[in-house]
């Protein structure tokens, strides 16, 4: 794995001082017990795809609704403890989101078995405050949330006339 890139999309709605995230719970029997860092970005592999695009097409797949059509802004890289890099674009989502069903892999399951299952890439998804969030996320994408609060805080203090408190401009 390492040497991979992802997209992925981490939506927020607050401020810098009230941050929720939309993030993902890894399905799965190795994560089906598993809470702190076992939640991710929605997010997955590309090679030659555009970013951005790779990152809408994953929350699709990932999450079974379109990722909104909002303007997304470029958060950062954030490398994996594997090695992959995940490139994460975020937006601000005030609009109701659900997670719906997600895409499947093939495991076999138990270990040793010989016996092929299907599971779900992601088994729940669901807006959570900041805090919960460090805890809940895998330790490579923690740091997201300490540049989108910087985002966001460099936002409020140079655009609070034209957007108002807490807008980012897009950048794409």
């Given amino acids: ?30 994560w089906a ?19 951005l695009a790779a990152a809408r097409r994953e929350f699709r797949e990932e999450i079974g609704v379109d990722a909104p059509a909002l303007p997304y802004v ?11 890099v ?16 997600s ?10 078995s ?7 890439e992601i088994d729940d998804a669901r807006w959570v405050a900041r805090a919960d969030a460090l805890r809940k996320l895998v330790t490579g994408q ?6 989108l609060t910087a985002l966001l805080e460099q936002s409020e203090q140079s655009e609070q006339g034209e957007q108002g408190p807490g807008r980012v401009s897009a950048v794409m």
């Fill in 74 to 84: 470029l958060l950062g890289d954030f490398r994996q403890r594997s090695g992959k």
């Fill in 1 to 30: 794995m390492a040497g991979t890139t992802s997209a992925g999309i981490l939506l927020y709605r607050g401020d810098a001082n009230s941050t929720e995230v939309f993030i993902a719970h890894m399905g799965g029997p190795f």
């Fill in 114 to 120: 010989g016996r092929l299952q299907q599971f779900p």
């Fill in 33 to 51: 017990k598993k809470d702190a860092a076992a939640w991710s970005a929605p997010k997955g592999e590309y090679t030659i795809e555009d970013p």
């Fill in 103 to 112: 895409n499947t892999f093939e495991l076999e399951w138990p270990r040793g």
């Fill in 86 to 101: 995940v490139r994460l674009f975020t937006a601000r989502c005030e609009q109701p989101i659900a997670f719906a069903r």
């Fill in 142 to 147: 923690a740091p997201a949330l300490d540049a």
